[in-house]
């Protein structure tokens, strides 16, 4: 018994924490006189079905209070919606959805950061604005590392219907960082022109499975102080485990059938997952703030 929870969780340690990061694009350095990114990176975590995008830039302590970056996706089967494609203002290249994320300056790294009204952190159909989500764009920031990471719901990016029951899908991006509500290098293609970057997604464990049927914990407070607290006679989850943007597994716990609190006083302020597991598969990727 011993032996199979242990290779549980190395398995599950092996996907959320050491998931290859693929590349996507690599860009000059010095071409920017502000942000100036080196490296676009991505990789696609099945279990929580999340697609996470990592930038390498240059000196990230300067821009640490206030960055930016926007997404732009061509999705192969177009928008659920039906509307056509708009395109990005820094490239030629056709786009379905926009995603920004211009933090204000004044914010704090990792995560502590807020939006403007009139660039808040969203994704959008590029034809028309047409808000698609709000809020729903994590940001982890690195400064050791000079590396931003940001996390999108893959259904967000490219629902399955936008799929069109493929299991292997190639998206086109454009994308561009800065910093204090505005970009400052075209990380994916020279300023004005297209953009021949994309990353492929294989959707065959998600789409085949129903692991993530129950998307949201009630949780009794969020932001949360000390504990984490659910009642789980609803969910009837064997185990729980806490992660950060980054996707490294913090914390663990064995759960009872009832009230359950998790201790999370020792946690570094910042937005974490709360992932439910039972028969060996997790079903459940909530969020919640710590304070």
Known sequence: MK??????ILMTW?????AQWTTISNDASGDSTGMDATLLEYQYNTTTDQVLFRFTVND???????PAADFSFHLPNGLDSGANSGNHWSS????????TIYCNAGGTAPSSYTYPNDWPNEMFQAVDNTTLCS???NIFTDVTTNQII???DRTDIISNSEAGGSNIVTI???????HDVGWDDSVTHVNGSTSSSEFTLDLSTVLSTGEFAITNISLFTNPVLEEVIFNNNRYNARKAIIVDLAGHIIKEFILNNDENRLPVSNLSNGMYFLMLSK???????SKFIKK
């Open 92 to 99: 030629s290249s056709p786009v379905h959805k926009t995603a």
């Open 172 to 178: 086109g991006i454009v994308a561009n960082v800065g």
């Open 150 to 152: 940001y996390t999108f």
């Open 135 to 137: 809020n729903c764009i």
């Open 279 to 285: 028969n060996g598969k997790y079903f459940s990727n």
């Open 14 to 18: 092996t996907l959320l924490s050491f």
């Open 3 to 8: 032996k199979n929870y242990f290779s549980f």
């Open 60 to 66: 990230l302590s300067t821009y640490s209070s206030g």
